[in-house]
């Protein structure tokens, strides 16, 4: 099949068909309603399950019941729709289960506006809800890469046993792009015979399998909380994805952005540069793991003289930006967050006040 022009919510729904997904459990909210409505449709034809349920909190549940039972899961929401899921994705990710979730930012706190936003950097990056959890976080740039991100993010849950969640925003829900969907990316679900709760029928097994988050003996939940760590750290060394553009110039200033704020950034990066500005860009495209040792070996370049994270939000990911540089060179922020997308000449004036 060749490229087809899709709507970005539309295409992330198809994505997860043709990565092998049938199950999707959901609630709509704006901006991401178009993946209900259409997998309610397209679900059926490809003999799968669509089920809207009550609330977002009962979604979570459902799709930690299906993970439980071994079936490949996803759903999608948006900004206060993944807080009211965050309970269950903590007994997900301490369970061990494998699911995807995918977030369409935007604005908040609080019910916000439904125009894009990036501001749910810390929700996603550092657990969102209660304990010491992590999930693998994906940020697409276009809808194309969404649509590989949805195919990788089922083998890389069941690869981990643990929550992957892709963090759009409203612009990568909303926009029309071609794409094509990678037959390659399709994959099958992986063995889940030794830890599922299947049935010791459906395994031919006299063994039990238990799927639980609770462990009240201390020590257990502290065995229980290292094993999670060790898969962190696993996902630190083996995940990190990033981009580079303009990084062979002997570049001044460094900036560090995702999604398709990043996109705005190119722009601007290549109007500085017919002015005779250099400006260098590193485009995480796994928050976390967050590609914190190439971002500092980029600011260490002699040329380079300050730093820039541009995002849609009040200043997050310039936290992880200052974790990575450790103080080697200066960091500073830029952004909105009312739905106001920055414009490519509003960056190039905050570039031209670093300089």
Known sequence: MGKVLMKGNEAIGEAAIRAGCLNYFAY????????????????????????????????SYMIFGAAAAGARIFTTSSSPGISLMCEGISYIAAAQCPAVFVNIMRGGPGLGGILPSQADYFQATKGGGHGDYRMLVMAPASVQEAVEMVMTAFPLAEKYRNPVMILGDGLIGQMMEPVEFPDDLRSEPSNKDDWATNGMDTRRSDKRNLVKSLFLDPDQLNRNNLALK?????????????????????????????????????????????????????????????PVQQVHDAAQKQSCVHVASIEMSMGQMVEDVQRALQGVKPVSWYGKCGGDVPTPEEIMEFVRTLL
């Open 28 to 59: 709509p909210i704006t901006p991401q309603s178009e993946v209900a409505e259409y997998l309610s449709r397209r679900l059926p034809e490809a003999g799968g399950v669509f089920l809207q349920g009550e609330s977002e909190v009962a979604v």
């Open 230 to 290: 060790a898969k962190y750290d696993r996902m630190n060394r083996e995940e990190v994805r990033y981009e580079t553009y303009h990084m062979d110039l002997d570049y001044r200033v460094l900036i560090v952005s995702y999604g398709t704020m990043s996109r705005v950034c190119r722009t601007a990066i290549d109007n500085l540069a017919e002015e005779g500005i250099d400006v260098g860009m590193i485009r995480p495209q796994t928050l976390f793991p967050f």
